[in-house]
């Protein structure tokens, strides 16, 4: 139901924290918060629209050691900590000295994702939803996933006692669809592409075998979408609540980047950091990059693509938030960049050799979405960076697992004789 500002003081409202509303990113029309994603005038997105209270940095810094420090910026209830709930975020800003001299930088930090519960960054967000499903009822959890969500759902739903049923595209990589299944939960593999799944989904929430179902991307995706601003939150205090002055993000829908983006705004109309710019650069894999593609050719409409790419994780090939995330690095001045498989293999060896983090193949695009950006003078050396890894190199170990052990004789003279000392 479409609503005016003052008719947010509502039960579902108050549950909701500081969120006030739904409101459309196309015609800015508000509604009541309810599990519903599209505006029924103009079919544009919905997003949560806030009535911050005072939020303090001392009032952060005393908070729990995870997401819900940031409870007051986000659509959920007071009492959140002490709910059952994975509890993700505060993961680690990794001060990059040594990538960052092979690269000829002179600041780069890596926020490492992959120390989630489930090792990637959609912790962050089936958090949020699980907070919304409590509120609206639902019995079961969902989602349409490329691998990483379906493990965070699963996980999620166990914790907090919901069932799950997860569906997933054919041919995903078997570490990612073994962990979504070992939570108890289903795992369905759909025939066809992540469109094909999400499409499939968006069926199943309109037939009355889905209506106690929380589909945490589609029908629940306003208040799941807000758990990526933990991310900016997060990497403004670990820089000493200050912006980075550039940052590079993995797209699939693209929401992250958006909502980080968001979340820097927050910040500065609160307060908390110093007003000032930064650059916001987004990074595809070539097998799949409608959106680098569109920045390219200096299009504003995203042509859908058929992925094909190591990089899963992001091989979502017609992205939701295409137009926002071009809207974004425009914006702020930066740029959206793709790199083709190999570089994506090379780039994770290069940030495992160079700082320990072993990411996934997402993980070795923003590296490589680095590295090319630097090349062609994108992206200034001098200018504090930080790079995003989303999840665990062990979930896409098929990427780089070739030619990585060497077998010899079991003497001393084998070894010496093996060139490799």
Not at 300 to 307: A, G, T
Not at 397 to 408: D, E, F, S
Request: aromatic share 8%; charged share 20%; glycine share 10%.
């Amino acid at each position: 139901m479409a609503i005016t500002a003052t008719e947010t003081d509502t039960p579902a409202a108050r549950s909701f924290g500081p969120a006030a509303a739904l409101s459309c990113r196309e015609c800015g029309e508000r509604y009541d918060l309810a599990p519903r994603f599209a505006c029924e005038f103009c079919f544009g997105p919905l997003e949560v629209a806030y009535e911050f209270g005072e939020v303090t940095r001392e009032a952060i810094q005393s908070g729990p050691n995870n997401i819900w420090r940031y409870a007051g910026l986000l659509p959920v209830p007071g009492n959140v900590a002490d709910l059952p709930n994975m509890n993700p975020g505060l993961t680690p800003l990794v001060r990059a000295d040594r990538l960052a001299a092979e690269l000829g930088m002179r600041s780069l930090h890596v926020k490492d994702d992959s120390a989630n519960p489930t090792h990637s960054f959609k912790d962050r967000v089936v958090a949020m939803a699980v907070e919304a499903a409590r509120t609206f009822g639902f019995r079961t959890l969902s989602c349409s996933s490329t691998g990483n969500l379906a493990g965070a759902v699963g996980a999620a739903s166990a914790r907090a006692g919901f069932r799950s049923c997860v569906f997933i595209p054919a041919g995903l990589e078997e570490g990612k669809v073994v962990m979504a299944a070992v939570y108890g939960g289903r795992v369905v593999a759909i025939d066809g592409s992540y469109d094909d799944v999400n499409r499939f989904c968006s069926e199943l929430i309109g037939d009355p075998a889905g209506e106690d179902w929380g589909f945490v991307n589609v029908n629940l995706r306003p208040y799941y979408a807000e758990g990526s601003k933990t991310l900016a939150y997060e990497i403004a205090e670990q820089l000493g609540w200050r912006l980075p002055e550039q940052i590079i993000v993995p797209i699939a829908s693209g929401s992250q980047l958006t909502k980080i983006d968001k979340g820097f705004r927050e910040l500065i109309r609160l307060g908390l950091v110093e007003d000032r710019p930064y650059k916001v650069f987004g990074a595809q894999a070539s097998g799949c990059s409608p959106v680098a593609r569109a920045y390219e050719e200096g299009h504003d409409v995203i042509q859908p693509v058929k992925p094909d790419t190591i990089a899963k994780s992001l091989a979502i090939g017609n992205p939701a938030d295409g137009p926002y995330v071009l809207d974004v690095c425009r914006r702020t001045g930066g740029a959206v960049a793709h790199v083709d498989d190999a570089a994506v293999v090379d780039s994770i060896s290069l940030l495992a050799r160079t700082e320990g983090v072993f990411a996934e193949t997402a993980g070795g695009v923003t590296t490589g979405v680095l590295r090319k950006l630097l090349d062609e003078g994108a992206l200034d050396p001098r200018a504090e960076t930080v790079v995003l890894n989303t999840g665990d190199g062990l979930k896409t170990l098929n990427a780089v697992q070739a030619g990585v052990t060497a077998t010899i004789k079991p003497s001393l003279d084998a070894f010496k004789e093996s060139g490799l000392l």
